[in-house]
């Protein structure tokens, strides 16, 4: 149950964006240990220097079409699973639509079953559906 965050520099074609939001949904049901129909994303497009990112830091060089994904999960991976995930994501926005491994940043935070309401006011992962 993952909620996931997408950010980059504004300019893409919505083509584009939907191959990223494709391709990191494609990863977590591949890798991530997440079923096909659990899918909530949010695509966050900055102008110009609304978006700081040292090209060098940890990696790089990055450039222009750094993209930045924080997940939120509802529970915690292996390390391996992790691992696992990163090379699937880079690899999968690799391929499309060619993103450059260097320029691709994945923080994942871990929740708990009570901080999750799917809706109707209820802790969806805690309670049963009301009859």
């Given amino acids: 149950m993952p909620l996931v965050h997408i950010s980059l520099r504004r300019g893409k074609s919505s083509h584009y964006l939907r191959q990223i939001a494709d391709g990191v949904h494609r990863a977590l049901v591949d890798a ?5 129909d659990d899918r909530f994303q949010t695509l966050r ?12 830091y940890l990696g790089g060089p990055r450039g222009a079409d750094f993209v ?7 529970r915690p991976r292996s390390t391996a699973t992790k691992a ?11 391929a499309s639509p060619g993103l450059h491994p260097a320029d691709l940043m994945v923080v994942i935070t871990t929740t708990q079953r009570d901080e999750w309401s799917f809706g ?9 559906e009301a009859s």
């Fill in 32 to 36: 991530f240990e997440v079923p096909p």
């Fill in 45 to 56: 497009e900055f102008d110009g220097e609304a978006l700081i990112v040292d090209p060098h």
């Fill in 68 to 74: 930045l994904v924080e997940i939120t999960a509802g």
């Fill in 84 to 94: 696992a995930f990163y090379r699937r994501l880079a690899e999968g926005l690799q």
């Fill in 120 to 128: 109707h006011g209820r802790a969806t992962l805690l309670q049963p």
